[in-house]
């Protein structure tokens, strides 16, 4: 019999939803929008080192204690992960179906069959020249599934007893986070000058979009998973670490480019968002603020949201509906809440559904 899961820890789903719609809005607004808000919204990208480092904490959180005790089922867990993620990536393929011909054209003919072959398996991320074929926030997917593979054996070390000793091994884990960034600042494989948000070179593609630069993050929230085993959930400490997290990342993010993009981009942040995690997983005023229940409505649907906002972003302005509609000078808020919406109908009426009927098909209930 497996051990019962322990409480979903709604704080965090409340940050998703804030999480998920900054990385809307990092691909479709000009972040001078949102006043003292804008370094958040241009550094948005950092959204998705917080979601990796998330994962690896949420999956830590629920199967560490069981995967010790040998009572974590590696097949069935696969199959578990793979009915999360596959339902609605597959919709996003669908979705993507109109840019099967500007990839074609973009493309040699080899990169793009390898890209319509890649991406079904969610292994188009390893390609840099194709990581972010047909849908661009897809590249995430390769990483995760990889992520995945590996976290049974991780779940399986042993349950740190001395906060100190396990506090220098995420240290070590956040050094070798910084290695890729550090070594693509030093050796400036693409020439570069001062590389941001909107430069490109083959190097940078691997450093941004490739699993393995991204694999400290995922560690990192694992190991944050068993520190969160040691730390009482009353404890004030909690709180301070919360607070401190939010407000020492958001003056890091407002430095712009005084802070290298390849560190910022993932890893620089590792430490903030534990501290941020490690807060909201606690019982204190600012973990019941973000586990408010609209904000846990919408958080849950923001793996649809970060999965199906870029093609449904241009699917909507392509197809002119709103001009149509008369409701264009209402953009892009409208925009904005349309694919809210349809995150959370996708949420509703394809990735639960289809959800319980694959885990009933594949018994990985």
């Known amino acids: 019999m497996e051990m019962r899961k322990p409480a979903p820890l709604k704080a965090l789903t409340g940050l998703r939803c804030f999480a998920a719609i900054n990385i809307v809005f990092f691909h479709f607004s000009d972040p001078n929008w949102f006043g003292w808000f804008a370094p958040i919204v241009n550094a948005g990208y950092a959204s998705v080192s917080y979601f990796i480092l998330l994962s690896g904490f949420v999956l830590g959180y629920n199967y560490n204690a069981r995967a010790r005790d040998g009572k974590l089922d590696i097949v069935r867990f696969y199959k578990a992960r793979f009915t999360r993620l596959y339902p609605i990536y597959f919709l996003s393929l669908l979705l993507s179906w109109r840019m099967v011909m500007p990839e074609y054209h973009a493309h040699t003919h080899h990169m793009f069959w390898l890209g319509m072959v890649l991406s079904p398996l969610l292994l188009q991320g390893w390609v840099p020249e194709i990581a972010t074929f047909l849908n661009t926030p897809a590249w995430t997917m390769s990483a995760e599934s990889f992520f995945y593979v590996l976290f049974p054996f991780m779940a399986k070390w042993k349950k740190p007893t001395d906060i100190r ?37 083959p190097w940078l593609q691997a450093l941004k979009y490739t699993p393995i630069p991204h694999l400290a993050s995922f560690v990192f929230g694992v190991l944050l998973a068993e520190l969160d085993e040691l730390v009482p959930r009353s404890m004030r400490l909690r709180f301070i670490l919360g607070v401190g997290g939010f407000i020492i990342t958001f003056s890091l993010l407002s430095l712009g480019s005084a802070i290298p993009f390849a560190l910022l981009h993932d890893g620089l942040l590792m430490p903030l968002f534990g501290c941020i995690i490690i807060g909201l997983a606690g019982n204190n005023p600012l973990a019941y603020a973000l586990g408010a229940r609209p904000l846990v409505f919408v958080g849950e649907a923001s793996y649809c949201l970060y999965l199906l906002h870029f093609n449904m972003w241009n699917l909507i302005h392509d197809s002119h509906i709103l001009n149509r509609l008369g409701l264009n000078r209402f953009d892009p808020w409208i925009s904005y809440a349309l694919l809210i919406g349809f995150a959370l109908l996708a949420l509703h009426f394809v990735e639960k559904p289809a959800q319980r009927q694959l885990r009933k098909w594949m018994s990985a209930t």
Do not use: A, E, Q, T
């Open 165 to 201: 000793r396990h506090l220098w091994k995420m240290f070590g884990v956040w050094m070798l986070g910084l290695i890729p960034g550090s070594l693509y600042m030093i050796l400036n494989p693409d020439g570069i000058p001062h590389p941001d948000r909107w430069s490109w070179g």
